[in-house]
């Protein structure tokens, strides 16, 4: 995480709309997400403020650590609390639903990961669900190099998908599967000097391309383990129910993961 989480998140709430899939959730997710849910959620707990998933329980509370993004993000939506997911601050079995998207990106693991599962645990009630959409690398890794390549062939349909395929190798790098975000912007300018040659290659906008350059100077550090990572930081009171994946590029990396708690 960053040093001083705000002033990161505060730039990251006003980028927000710059971007796109898979970084966000789009309808497909949100309609898995719905679905898997089922038509009776009950109390609801969303990790994170993401706009997309506000609105997939008629009673849910969020919580973010972070007050600028509750304030950009949240507006007059239901209850937002400032807090931490490594230490609710709710009683044990508060919610029958659990919801998040790429939460584990912003912990390392496995001790965090670790940690946070447990205090899902803690919260959800017994026989309740717990739904995250995880961003997770693949098992045969790829390099930084075989990415940028992708892209300047034009194999590589949005810059959105290029930036997490970028991450995601670095990040392989390491025994902790973490990187600096900064270090995605410094590959970039190292290994695609032209971005006249990218947008020719891929049709990509400047603008959209400019994105890559939020991550320069940045301080924030991103995890991106495998799916067999994300199942070992899974207390035993926690089952895996199903994997639902999307349809789009790169969804194959971003599956929902749908829990359940023991009754």
């Given at each position: 995480?960053?040093?001083?989480?705000?002033s990161y998140w505060q730039g990251f709430a006003q980028r927000w709309n710059r971007l796109g899939s898979p970084l966000r959730p789009n309808a497909e997710d949100v309609a898995n997400f719905r679905q898997a849910m089922g038509d009776a959620p009950g109390r609801s707990l969303l990790l994170g403020?993401?706009?997309e998933l506000a609105d997939l329980a008629p009673d849910l509370t969020a919580i973010d650590n972070s007050a600028a993004m509750i304030a950009a993000l949240w507006h007059?939506?239901?209850?937002?609390?400032?807090g931490d997911w490594l230490d609710m601050p709710f009683p044990p079995a508060s919610f029958d639903t659990l919801i998040g998207d790429g939460c584990l990106v912003l912990l390392a693991q496995p001790g965090q990961h670790r940690r946070f599962f447990e205090q899902l645990a803690k919260v959800i009630a017994p026989g309740g669900?717990?739904?995250?959409?995880?961003?997770v690398n693949p098992e045969q890794r790829e390099t930084r190099e075989q990415v940028c390549n992708d892209a300047l062939a034009g194999k590589i349909e949005g810059v959105h998908a290029f930036k997490w395929r970028l991450s995601m190798a670095i990040a392989s790098e390491s025994t902790d599967y973490t990187l600096?975000?900064?270090e995605t912007a410094a590959t970039f300018d190292r290994l695609i000097p032209d971005r006249g040659a990218l947008a020719a290659a891929t049709g990509w906008r400047a603008d959209e391309i400019e994105t890559?350059?939020?991550y320069r100077g940045s301080d924030a550090r991103y995890c991106y383990?495998?799916?067999?990572?994300?199942?070992?930081?899974?207390?035993?009171?926690?089952?895996?129910h199903e994997i639902i994946y999307g349809s789009y590029?790169?969804?194959?990396?971003?599956?929902?993961?749908v829990l359940g708690a023991s009754k």
């Open positions: 995480m960053p040093t001083n989480p705000n403020v993401t706009p007059d939506r239901q209850k937002a609390v400032l669900k717990i739904l995250l959409r995880v961003f600096s975000v900064a890559i350059d939020f383990p495998t799916l067999a990572q994300v199942r070992k930081a899974i207390p035993p009171t926690l089952k895996e590029e790169l969804a194959e990396r971003c599956p929902i993961l």
